[in-house]
Structure formats: C-alpha cells, structure tokens
C-alpha cells in the first residue's frame, strides 16, 4: 500500500500495542492465526475503558484490520477475524482552525521573534527566525509537515510579484502551490538569513542539520507559545489556510487541489461549520 513513513510508523507502534495486551491477556505469543472475533471485541472494550477517543481506537482498530488483512492475503489466516467487529461511533466535529484573532496573535507573535531573536537568543538566533517565518509560511501555504520535510531550495521559483514551490505529497504526488506575497516574503528572508550564515543544505527550511517532522512541530509549538496558544500543530495551521481560502469565496476545487485532496469528501470537512459560525448564526436572528 501507498503509505507515508508517518503512517507506516503509526500502524507499527498501534501493533505493538496490540500485541502487549495480546500476550499479556492471552499468554501467547501474537501470530494472525492466533487472532480471533472475541480478542478483537475484547481490545476494543479494553481501549473503551481506557477513556480513549473514538478516533483513536478506531485507528488502533483500523491497523489491526490492515495487518490481517495482508496475513489473509498471504495466506497466513483463511479470513479476517476483524472484518465484523465494529468501530466506535464518532461525533462528527469539523477541523481545528484558527479563527482572526488567534489567527493575529500567532503573526504577531512571529513578527515579534524576528525583531527580537538576534537580541534574546545570540546563539540560536538562526533557529528562532527560522521557526518564525517557516509559521508564516505555513500559514499561507497549508503545507503538511512531511512535505515541509522534503523541500529543497531547487523547489522554489521565485520573481519579483509571484512565485510557487513544487511539492512532494502524499503518494509521492507532486503539486504546485502557488505563493502569496507573504509566503514569498518569508521564504525570501529565509534565504538571506542562509545566505548570511551559510548554510548550503539543499534542504529548504534547515538550519544545517537533519530536518524532521517533529522539527517542524517544535517550530509551531514555539512561536505558539509565544502567541499564548494552545493546541496549535501544523496540521491546525494547515485547517486555517484551508477555512480562510473557503470564507473569503474560494471553490472547493481549488482549495482541493491547493492541499493536495484527493477526494473533495476531504475537503469539504473544512466548509462544516464550527462553533463560531453556529454562535454568529444565531446572533443574526437578533434583532
């Protein structure tokens, strides 16, 4: 299966789980013929009685699912031991986003670091005004974190009044996004800032070592910190650009093709309504 590293990394570690309970409530070594209905039942009560979110023991469900999946189809099992057992319900809630005034505090608060970074922080100036703009940018970009990872500088195409960058997506599926004049802004006082220290890594948004997701994570975790925000990934900041596009008039099919969706289904999670569009909904009835 066309699997990103995050996602094969998720299954593993949700296996591994599976297997700890297994073996210590069954006294037995994992192996898929050893699986049956019961024990998948079983887990799922166990993960209920945990108190953890739906979501996340449907995920643990769905890659026990997966893994005997692929044992029935090597032929390890005859069938599926998962295949009838249900998931959790799930409320229905749309994405996380930003709304403006968290939205301006998280700009301000990155202005305020590239102002400030080379007084406070002499040594690690670099860092600060990296993970600064790379906010900007991602706030005008909705780029995922693993394909922030895998920019390079060759990906860039930069003029005076436009510019785009070629992403790697999930899929290994390439798409342009188009850049804005203040993703344009931060990426170009990205790169002085590497010209001035010399950092020669092909790898864009790198201060010279090795970038990862959690890289990237850190970089939002910072700047939100600073801003007094809670909660806010690079995922949130992605769901932003994404609201933002869809409440200034932008079609779905564009927001679709921006974020690299496949399927429009995706996307139009970002048009349900959140908590403030219901309260400013009601309000209008207030004469």
Do not use: C
């Not at 996004?177 to 800032?193: D, G, I, Y």
């Amino acid at each position: 299966r066309d699997l990103s590293p995050s996602t094969v990394a998720g299954y593993l570690a949700d296996l591994r789980q599976f297997s700890r309970w297994f073996e210590q409530t069954n006294g037995e070594a994992l192996t898929p013929a050893a699986v049956t209905p019961t024990d998948v039942r079983e887990y799922r009560g166990w993960l209920q009685r945990r108190g953890l979110k739906a979501a996340t023991i449907n995920r643990r469900l769905h890659a026990l699912r997966a893994w005997l999946d692929w044992a029935q189809g090597e032929g390890v099992i005859q069938a599926n031991p998962a295949a009838g057992v249900k998931i959790i319900a799930e409320t229905d809630r749309a994405p996380r986003w930003l709304d403006k005034r968290e939205r301006y505090a998280l700009q301000r608060a990155a202005e305020r670091l590239l102002q400030t970074a080379r007084m406070h922080y002499p040594q690690r100036w670099v860092v600060y005004e990296r993970d600064a703009l790379l906010v900007l940018w991602l706030l005008n970009t909705g780029l995922r974190a693993g394909e922030v990872v895998r920019l390079t500088v060759d990906d860039l195409t930069l003029s005076s009044r436009k510019g785009h960058v070629l992403v790697l997506g999930k899929g290994r599926k390439q798409r342009v996004v188009p850049l804005n004049a203040e993703a344009r802004k931060a990426v170009q006082r990205w790169l002085k800032v590497r010209a001035e220290v010399g950092i020669t890594t092909p790898t864009l948004w790198s201060t010279g070592g090795a970038l990862t997701t959690r890289t990237v994570q850190r970089a939002v975790e910072r700047v939100a910190k600073e801003a007094r925000l809670e909660g806010v990934t690079p995922h949130v900041l992605r769901h932003t650009f994404a609201k933002s596009l869809i409440d200034a008039g932008t079609g779905l099919e564009k927001v679709a093709k921006l974020l690299g969706h496949n399927s429009l289904d995706t996307t139009r999670r970002y048009v349900e309504p959140g908590r403030q569009d219901l309260e400013k909904a009601v309000e209008t009835l207030v004469g």
